[in-house]
Antibody
Framework: EVQLVESGGGLVQPGGSLRLSCAAS????????MSWVRQAPGKGLEWVAN????????YYVDSVKGRFTISRDNAKNSLYLQMNSLRAEDTSVYYC?????????????????WGQGILVTVSS | SSELTQDPAVSVALGQTVTITCQGD??????ASWYQQKPGQAPVLVIY???NRPSGIPDRFSGSSSGNTASLTVTGAQAEDEADYYC???????????FGGGTKLTVL
């Protein structure tokens, strides 16, 4: 059974830092790209960052570039999100998600498994 | 990057059929995926690709696409289908993800 379990959330002051972790199990972790997606209270889903299987490619939404860093440790089956210079608008539930890649007259993608999410609150 | 547009809210009578749509330029290149999210829960993938349902998703959920528009159809909506539904796809660059704003489905 695929499982993704986030940890590391909590309350942090503006300008502070936090590191989220996502522990993966039930699948071959190093065969999949992974993403972080967040959801502000009462709002929709927003993709934050993703990383490919060997961490050679990383991409970020513009609003977190230069502040957040995505990484992974394939030996530990873990995904991370280092969040620095946090702002009130970063307050969200953060989800890790597995990326499914499939071929159908070209490469296509989906997010097929999600963790339960972890709340990050940025407030003084 | 690109945007995906969804109607904010849709309603359907119990047992009837409803279609939720998603529009965006990226859908000319990439299939949309559809996610169901109930209050306090993580999103769950319900449709991906041309019209693929993950294991455990009822066959009353189906997907289709044409041009820049993707559609999620619920045939014979049940009370438990009341939820927020989000579409997403890779953006035009192929490296980022974009989400629609979500559609709140109410089953009357």
């Amino acid at each position: 059974e695929v499982q993704l379990v986030e940890s590391g959330g909590g309350l942090v002051q503006p300008g502070g830092s936090l590191r989220l972790s996502c522990a993966a199990s039930g699948f071959t972790f190093n065969s999949y790209s992974m993403s972080w997606v967040r959801q502000a209270p009462g709002k929709g889903l927003e993709w934050v960052a993703n990383i490919n299987q060997d961490a050679g490619e990383k991409y970020y939404v513009d609003s977190v570039k230069g502040r957040f860093t995505i990484s992974r440790d394939n030996a530990k089956n873990s995904l991370y999100l280092q969040m620095n210079s946090l702002r009130a608008e970063d307050t969200s539930v953060y989800y890790c998600a597995r990326e499914l890649r499939f071929f159908d007259w070209g490469h296509h993608y989906s997010l097929d498994y999600w963790g339960q999410g972890i709340l990050v609150t940025v407030s003084s | 990057s690109s945007e995906l547009t969804q109607d904010p809210a849709v309603s359907v009578a119990l047992g009837q059929t409803v279609t939720i749509t998603c529009q965006g330029d990226s859908l000319k290149t990439y299939y949309a995926s559809w996610y169901q999210q109930k209050p306090g829960q993580a999103p769950v993938l319900v449709i991906y690709g041309k019209n693929n349902r993950p294991s455990g998703i009822p066959d009353r959920f189906s997907g289709s696409s044409s041009g820049n528009t993707a559609s999620l159809t619920v045939t014979g909506a049940q009370a438990e289908d009341e939820a927020d539904y989000y579409c997403n796809s890779r953006d035009s660059s192929g490296n980022h993800w974009v989400f629609g704003g979500g559609t709140k489905l109410t089953v009357l």
